[in-house]
């Protein structure tokens, strides 16, 4: 039974940074994992994904240089370093992953496991 889970939410001021995580169970042999974000009355929006056996990791524009994902494959961790916060990224986030072929930035709909999120709130 694959299982994800996010932890690292909590608030911050404009300008701070938080770290995102997400541990994984089960069956962890996925071949892409991401970061999504939603604010509510608006749709899921990717924010950064890799694929799990190397290469470029893709990101939204609005976060490129600001945001790092990152996975720990012995600790079957995905990571989210927020640096530079700013009030337009509150929103919870979700961890995703998936076994299939993977084509990052493509949305949501290609990520078959969820997280229930984890709630980040920049204030100004």
């Known amino acids: 039974q694959v299982q994800l889970q996010e932890s690292g939410g909590g608030s911050v001021q404009s300008g701070g940074s938080l770290k995102l995580s997400c541990a994984a169970s089960?069956?962890?042999?996925?071949?892409?994992m991401a970061w999504f974000r939603q604010v509510l009355g608006k749709e899921r929006e990717e924010v950064a994904s890799l694929i799990t056996s190397g290469g470029s990791p893709y990101y939204d524009a609005s976060v490129n240089g600001r945001f790092t994902i990152s996975r720990d494959n012995a600790k079957k961790t995905l990571h989210l370093h927020m640096d530079s916060l700013k009030p337009e990224d509150t929103a919870v986030y979700y961890c995703?992953?998936?076994?299939?072929?993977?084509?990052?930035?493509?949305?949501?709909?290609?990520?078959?496991?969820w997280g229930q999120g984890t709630q980040v709130t920049v204030s100004s």
């Open positions: 995703a992953a998936d076994r299939a072929t993977c084509f990052l930035g493509q949305g949501s709909h290609l990520y078959r496991y």
């Open positions: 089960g069956y962890t042999s996925f071949t892409c």
